[in-house]
C-alpha cells in the first residue's frame, strides 16, 4: 500500500563518451523516465546515438557518466554477472536483424531467454511462450526453423522471444528496418497491442515517423541530447 510506482527505467544526466583516437561523445547528459505501460519512440539522425542510448538503458552498455535505473535497480551498482541476470529478466531486446538461431525452431528460439535463466524450461514457460506464439499468428509455425520463415514471421518470433521471461521493459532498435511495408505495420501493431495488454514499457526506435506517432511520446536525439515532441 502507498508504495510509489518504480519507473521501468529512467536515466539521470546519462553520457556516454566513445574512446578511440579522437574520443566521441554521443550522449551529453540524457535525462528520461519511462513507466510501465507506456510505449515511446525514439527518433533521430542516422549516428545521432538512438542505438548507445538503447544499450545504455538496456546494461548492454555502460555509461560514462550518469546513472541508469532499471526497475527500480541502479546499474552502476551491479557487477557483470548481476548485469547480464537484469538484462535476462527485466529487459527484452529485438534489433533490426532478427538474430534467430537457425539450428532451433521458431518454439526453441523464443524460449532461449528462459533457457538461459534456468536451463530447461518448465512446463508453464512452454505453456506461456507457446501463447504468445500463438498471439502474434505464428500457432503454425512452433515446430519450423527460422530460414523456412518470412521476415515477418521471424521478427515476430524475435518480439516473443524478448518478452519470454515477462521483462519490465522491452527495447527495440528499429524492429522494422528490414521489412516491407505491410511487415512493418504487423510487426509494429503486435507490439503496441502488446504493450497495451501486458503493460510492458516499449521503447522503440524508428525512422518512421508515421509508425512514431503511434506511440504515446515522441523523443528526439539531437547533438547527444533528449528533446520531447
Ligand atoms: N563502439 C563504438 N566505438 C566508437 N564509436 C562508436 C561506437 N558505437 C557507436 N559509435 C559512434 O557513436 C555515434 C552514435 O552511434 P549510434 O548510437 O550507433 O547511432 P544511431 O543508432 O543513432 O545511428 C556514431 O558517431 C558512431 O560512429
Ligand atoms: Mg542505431
Not at 94 to 105: G, R
Not at 143 to 169: D, K
Not at 171 to 187: F, I, M
Amino acid at each position: 500500500m502507498g508504495e510509489e510506482q518504480v519507473s521501468a527505467v529512467e536515466a539521470v544526466e546519462l553520457e556516454k563518451v566513445y574512446y578511440g583516437a579522437v574520443p566521441t561523445t554521443v550522449l551529453r547528459g540524457i535525462n528520461m523516465r519511462v513507466e510501465p505501460g507506456e510505449f515511446v519512440s525514439v527518433l533521430g539522425q542516422s549516428g545521432s546515438g538512438k542505438s548507445t542510448l538503447l544499450n545504455c538503458l538496456g546494461a548492454l552498455d555502460r555509461p560514462s557518466a550518469g546513472h541508469v535505473r532499471v526497475a527500480g535497480q541502479d546499474l552502476a551498482r551491479l557487477d557483470d554477472d548481476e548485469l547480464a541476470d537484469l538484462r535476462n529478466s527485466q529487459v527484452g531486446f529485438i534489433f533490426q536483424a532478427h538474430y534467430l538461431q537457425d539450428e532451433f525452431t521458431c518454439l526453441e528460439n523464443a524460449l532461449m531467454p528462459v533457457s538461459i535463466r534456468k536451463g530447461n524450461p518448465g512446463d508453464e514457460d512452454l505453456a506461456r511462450v507457446t501463447r504468445l506464439l500463438e498471439r502474434v499468428g505464428l500457432g503454425h509455425r512452433l515446430r519450423n526453423r527460422p530460414p523456412q520463415l518470412s521476415g515477418g514471421e521471424q521478427q515476430r518470433t524475435a518480439i516473443v522471444r524478448a518478452l519470454a521471461n515477462e521483462p519490465r521493459l522491452v527495447l527495440a532498435d528499429e524492429p522494422t528496418g528490414n521489412l516491407d511495408s505491410a511487415s512493418s505495420e504487423q510487426v509494429f501493431s503486435l507490439m503496441r497491442e502488446i504493450n497495451q495488454e501486458t503493460g510492458v514499457a516499449f521503447i522503440m526506435v524508428t525512422h518512421d515517423d508515421r509508425l512514431a506517432s503511434q506511440g504515446d511520446r515522441i523523443l528526439r536525439i539531437e547533438d547527444g541530447l533528449l528533446f520531447e515532441e
